[in-house]
């Protein structure tokens, strides 16, 4: 049978006595009247070509077991090393939510004995709450000391502070008496590179100057980023959204949220952002706080020796990692809880607001910004909306879901050119060569000078009487009959223009570069450019508009709220809207977004707007397609995830996906009382399969149970070492009685006690949404067919991920790891 290989390492399940008898804090299925001990061994081998035969896992090690007298029961004491998972492979949902209701219910029962174990309950009781603190904690100093870093790096491609070096241009010009309102950011302790070497501080040759050390200083972070990340830490590139959704559906990816990953993408991050590429710091600081959520879950052996609790503070660290990347607290839980969580109980809930509580409460103590603010491009507006603006908005939200479905197909082709091509081969060329054209095209715009969030904040930021932005060069109407504001709309200046221009050419460029960039192997965010261009959108319409309803105030669309000299539109709330439009049409995230975009303008009063360009930009981007950018990454990098938010509505059975197929060999089985060593070691010799079916006899094909690869080679090898007569002639039996035997004949050797009696079957006519939604739900990996009792065949995780990729028109052989 060539089917998948069905578990490449297999782990001891605790009795189905002890598993039903054991207590928890937290239920796993809803409503579920009885705990069933489901077999949901590892799904595939998902390095094709990757397991050779006799390939051991170590997994975990169930409950004690008697041996008998006569007959060999194996497994009495714990085995070093079970009770992990190895690399690329799924955990049991069922089996670890069995094993932590089992130590609850030890630490239960003893907690009276003494008080020391009254204090090792209270210990238990409290680690989630310490382990989210001290996520919380590690996420907000990292995320305010990234923040403090990438403003330096980027100012220094344009000068330095010579009183003090480890000032950025706005901090070194804060204390100085010689700025001017017009040139507040020039002050003489802050000298550009043309003025530090040529010695000009104007002319062309000042600016060539300029333009060279720019690119020298871009070139040298993005250098120096994807070298770090290419020696030390492959898995630091990419946002890691995508595979932290994977992970915390229960794949395992081992070293991707380890101490060299958060060490390594924290200082590449800063290069990264400091280089001037068309990334952000917000995605990557999720995955910055999910190491750090991974890291301090190793203290406390709930969490350490348990992967499905471990994902519950995984699930909370992401939403710190959101609440420091926007100063968004309850925007951080809305996101693990909409975005990235795929078991997400109250408690975790819970925590996850406190963790998020933590983080911005750390980040706003270390005021990284110097504006008591949690992120550089905070606003506020007092202008109200008004009901004829919901057409621009609306406007602005089909623009975010046409440029979400473009941003999609483009980047996912470019990326699987990548992978398909040598280009693919030289990730430190392609970077090198992305932040050359970067940086020679941005320097000659101010608008793609700026680092991203600087821009933001300028698109944002509403035109007040300190404003000196071109953006804000209107004329002054001196003849306005009726000032009803102080600062009314007014006719946009020669300024104004000029900038919609550059504006213009800034989108241009933001839309083509980010498509290459995202994916470079360097640290990449996807928000922060995403808003970028939404924001640019936003605030081109939003001058559009304002200076139709200056010229045009007597049109019935305006003739009731804009009166002459009234303050009536707001061009930063345009690109407030966009910014939220683009970067829903981009993830499809929905309400997490608005809370996101609602915390960061702290304004009750344009959350319809936002709900409105948001919801347009979903419905407009999933008419093209209903996955998000990190959903498209996830089917990309072929990682075994099965999203809840997908339907399946075909009208298939489990027969029709089962292997083995008609013309597939039988499927490996295991009798339950007539093989011998012998026959077992060559079964295990001469196949991949990582779990055999038991049956009765090849005649009834009555289904017994379910036996994994790696506990029949451990058991026979314990059984040579600590039984003599074991040979391999010697019958096994995985009955409960023994058949009679020949007097001559060597001791058999009973091993029912590692076999899973209560294998999750569905029989063949199990319509197959129900088979998915069962593998979603109960996170299983493989489940039995059986017809009337009868074994027929078997149906992994990726026997579902590659049905669903044929009913889609996909190839289903892109369903493996990359």
Same mark, same amino acid.
């Given at each position: 049978m060539e089917s998948e290989q069905l578990f490449h390492r297999g782990y001891y399940r605790n009795s189905y006595n002890s598993i039903t008898s054991a207590s928890s804090d937290e239920e796993l299925l809803d409503g579920a009247g009885v705990i069933m001990d489901f077999q949901t061994s590892e799904d595939d081998n998902l390095l094709d070509g990757d397991t050779t035969a006799g390939t051991h896992y170590t997994m975990t090690n169930g409950g004690s077991i008697n041996s008998s007298t006569h007959l060999l029961d194996l497994l009495d004491e714990p085995i070093p090393g079970v009770g992990t998972?190895?690399?690329?492979?799924?955990?049991?949902?069922?089996?670890?939510?069995?094993?932590?209701?089992e130590r609850h219910r030890r630490i239960n029962s003893k907690k009276k004995e003494s008080a020391w174990e009254m204090a090792k309950s209270l210990y238990d009781a409290w680690s989630g709450w310490l382990v989210v603190t001290l996520t919380g904690l590690a996420s907000g100093a990292l995320a305010g000391l990234i923040d403090i870093a990438a403003d330096w790096m980027t100012d220094l491609k344009e000068g330095i502070c010579l009183s003090a070096l480890w000032y950025n241009h706005e901090q070194c010009c804060w204390g100085s008496n010689e700025t001017t309102f017009e040139e507040r950011d020039k002050c003489p302790q802050w000298k550009t590179w043309a003025e530090l070497i040529i010695g000009q501080a104007e002319g062309p040759g000042s600016y060539i100057m300029n333009y060279i050390m720019y690119i020298f200083w871009a070139l040298s972070f993005a250098f120096l980023a994807v070298s770090l990340v290419k020696v030390f830490a492959p898995y630091a590139c990419g946002s890691g959204i995508?595979?932290?959704?994977?992970?915390?559906?229960?794949?395992?990816?081992?070293?991707?949220?380890?101490?060299?990953?958060?060490?390594?993408?924290?200082?590449?991050?800063?290069?990264?952002?400091?280089?001037?590429?068309?990334?952000?710091?917000?995605?990557?600081?999720?995955?910055?706080?999910?190491?750090?959520?991974?890291?301090?879950?190793?203290?406390?052996p709930k969490y350490s020796t348990n992967e499905a609790k471990k994902r519950e503070v995984l699930s909370a660290a992401s939403a710190a990692g959101v609440s420091v990347a926007f100063g968004a607290p309850i925007g951080g839980v809305l996101f693990s809880l909409e975005e990235v969580s795929y078991y997400f109980p109250l408690k975790t809930l819970w925590r996850s607001f406190f963790a998020a509580l933590v983080a911005a409460?750390?980040?706003?103590?270390?005021?990284?910004?110097?504006?008591?603010?949690?992120?550089?491009?905070?606003?506020?507006?007092?202008?109200?909306?008004?009901?004829?603006?919901?057409?621009?908005?609306?406007?602005?939200?089909?623009?975010?879901?046409?440029?979400?479905?473009?941003?999609?197909?483009?980047?996912?082709?470019?990326?699987?050119?990548?992978?398909?091509?040598?280009?693919?081969?030289?990730?430190?060329?392609?970077?090198?060569?992305v932040a050359a054209i970067t940086a020679v095209v941005a320097f000659p715009n101010p608008y793609t000078r700026l680092n991203t969030s600087e821009l933001i904040k300028e698109l944002f930021t509403d035109c007040g009487p300190l404003e000196s932005s071109s953006l804000?060069?209107?004329?002054?109407?001196?003849?306005?009959?009726?000032?009803?504001?102080? $600062?009314?709309? @007014?006719?946009? &200046? #020669?300024? /104004?223009?000029?900038?919609?221009?550059?504006?213009?050419?800034?989108?241009? *460029? %933001?839309?083509i570069m980010t498509v290459f960039t995202f994916g470079?192997?360097?640290?990449?965010?996807?928000?922060?450019?995403?808003?970028?261009?939404?924001? $640019?959108?936003? @605030?081109?319409? &939003? #001058?559009? /508009?304002?200076?139709?309803?200056?010229?045009?105030?007597?049109?019935?669309? *305006? %003739?009731?709220?804009?009166?002459?000299?009234?303050?009536?539109?707001?061009?930063?709330?345009?690109?407030?809207?966009?910014?939220?439009a683009c970067l829903g049409g981009v993830t499809r995230m929905t309400v997490s977004l608005v809370v996101i975009v609602f915390e960061l303008t702290g304004g009750l009063e344009y959350i319809v707007p936002l709900m409105a360009a948001v919801m347009t930009s979903k419905w407009v981007g999933d008419?093209?397609?209903?996955?998000?950018?990190?959903?498209?990454?996830?089917?990309?990098?072929g990682y075994p995830f099965l999203d809840a938010k997908e339907e399946f509505t075909h009208t298939t059975l489990a027969a029709d996906v089962m292997r083995p197929r008609r013309n597939d060999p039988p499927l490996a089985v295991l009798t339950q009382d007539n093989m011998t060593v012998d026959d077992i070691e060559n079964m295990i010799n001469e196949t991949s399969y990582n779990g055999f079916p038991v049956i009765m006899s090849k005649e009834s094909q009555r289904l017994v149970g379910f036996a994994l690869r790696r506990d029949l080679t451990i058991a026979i090898e314990?059984?040579?070492?600590?039984?003599?007569?074991?040979?391999?002639?010697?019958?096994?039996?995985?009955?409960?009685?023994?058949?009679?035997?020949?007097?001559?004949?060597?001791?058999?050797?009973?091993?029912?006690?590692?076999?899973?009696?209560?294998?999750?079957?569905?029989?063949?006519?199990?319509?197959?949404?129900?088979?998915?939604?069962?593998?979603?739900?109960?996170?299983?990996?493989?489940?039995?067919?059986?017809?009337?009792?009868?074994?027929?065949g078997i149906i992994t995780k990726k026997d579902i991920l590659r049905h669903m990729a044929q009913t889609a028109n996909q190839d289903p052989t892109s369903i493996m790891f990359n």
């Open positions: 998972y190895d690399d690329f492979h799924t955990i049991d949902w069922v089996r670890e939510k069995c094993k932590d209701r995508p595979e932290i959704k994977t992970i915390l559906s229960g794949f395992i990816i081992r070293g991707y949220l380890g101490k060299w990953t958060l060490m390594i993408k924290t200082i590449t991050l800063v290069l990264a952002v400091a280089s001037g590429l068309s990334l952000g710091k917000e995605g990557p600081l999720v995955h910055v706080a999910c190491c750090c959520g991974n890291i301090f879950s190793y203290l406390f409460f750390v980040l706003r103590s270390i005021n990284p910004f110097g504006n008591s603010r949690l992120v550089l491009f905070y606003v506020e507006y007092h202008t109200p909306w008004y009901l004829f603006e919901l057409f621009p908005f609306i406007l602005l939200g089909v623009f975010g879901g046409l440029w979400g479905a473009f941003f999609i197909r483009a980047n996912i082709a470019w990326c699987r050119r990548r992978k398909s091509t040598k280009f693919g081969k030289y990730p430190v060329l392609e970077v090198i060569i804000c060069d209107y004329r002054n109407d001196m003849n306005a009959s009726k000032i009803v504001d102080d $600062i009314p709309d @007014r006719p946009a &200046g #020669i300024g /104004v223009y000029s900038a919609i221009w550059q504006l213009c050419l800034a989108l241009m *460029f %933001k839309i470079i192997k360097v640290p990449s965010g996807l928000f922060i450019p995403s808003m970028a261009i939404g924001a $640019i959108a936003g @605030r081109i319409v &939003g #001058i559009a /508009v304002e200076q139709l309803a200056y010229y045009h105030h007597d049109w019935f669309i *305006f %003739k009731e709220w804009c009166e002459v000299g009234a303050d009536c539109i707001t061009p930063g709330l345009y690109a407030m809207v966009g910014a939220a008419a093209f397609g209903r996955e998000g950018i990190y959903e498209a990454h996830i089917r990309l990098n314990s059984a040579r070492k600590k039984q003599e007569g074991v040979v391999g002639s010697s019958r096994v039996c995985f009955a409960q009685h023994t058949p009679s035997l020949p007097a001559e004949s060597p001791r058999p050797l009973k091993l029912r006690s590692i076999l899973d009696m209560s294998p999750f079957t569905v029989t063949d006519h199990t319509p197959m949404e129900i088979v998915v939604d069962i593998f979603r739900k109960l996170g299983l990996r493989q489940c039995l067919v059986t017809h009337n009792g009868r074994l027929l």
